[in-house]
C-alpha cells in the first residue's frame, strides 16, 4: 500500500490535534448526548472525519471550532439514523406467548369452547324437548 507525503502529514497533524483538542471534543459531544458510550462514538468519528478532510488538504484557520463543528455534525448525522429507523414494539407478554401456563389465553380459549358445548347442547336439548304441533293441542 503506498502511503503518499500528504497522508504522512495528515497523520502528524491528526495526532497532534487529537492530543490538543480530545477532552474538548469528548466534553461537547458527552454535553449533548448524555451517554459516555455515544460520546466516544462522535469522538472517534469526528477525528476519523478530520483525518480523512486533512488528507485532501483541508487546513483549518481555528481547528478546535473546526473539530467541534465536524463532532456538531456527526451527531446530527446520528439524529437522522435515530429518527430514519423503525422504531421496535415490545408487545405485552400475554399477546408474545398466548400458551404461558400464567397467562388467561389458554383458559380463554377453554371457557370459549365449553361455552359453545354448552350452547350447541342446549340446543339439541331444546330440539329433543320440543313439542312438536301435534302435541299443541
Not at 73 to 89: D, G, L, M, S, Y
Request: aromatic share 8%.
Amino acid at each position: 500500500m503506498a502511503v503518499t507525503e500528504a497522508g504522512h502529514l495528515a497523520s502528524r497533524e491528526i495526532d497532534d490535534l487529537y492530543r490538543a483538542h480530545l477532552g474538548e471534543v469528548y466534553r461537547y459531544a458527552f454535553a449533548v448526548l448524555g451517554n459516555h458510550a455515544d460520546a466516544e462514538d462522535v469522538t472517534q468519528t469526528t477525528f476519523l472525519n478530520a483525518y480523512r478532510a486533512l488528507e485532501q488538504g483541508v487546513r483549518p484557520r481555528k481547528p478546535s471550532n473546526w473539530l467541534l463543528t465536524i463532532a456538531s455534525n456527526a451527531i446530527k448525522q446520528r439524529f437522522r439514523q435515530e429518527q430514519a429507523r423503525p422504531r421496535q414494539v415490545e408487545l405485552d407478554d400475554r399477546i408474545a406467548s398466548p400458551t404461558a401456563e400464567d397467562d388467561d389465553g389458554p383458559r380463554f380459549r377453554r371457557s370459549l369452547r365449553s361455552s359453545a358445548r354448552r350452547s350447541s347442547c342446549a340446543s339439541s336439548r331444546d330440539a329433543r324437548t320440543r313439542r312438536s304441533p301435534r302435541s299443541w293441542a
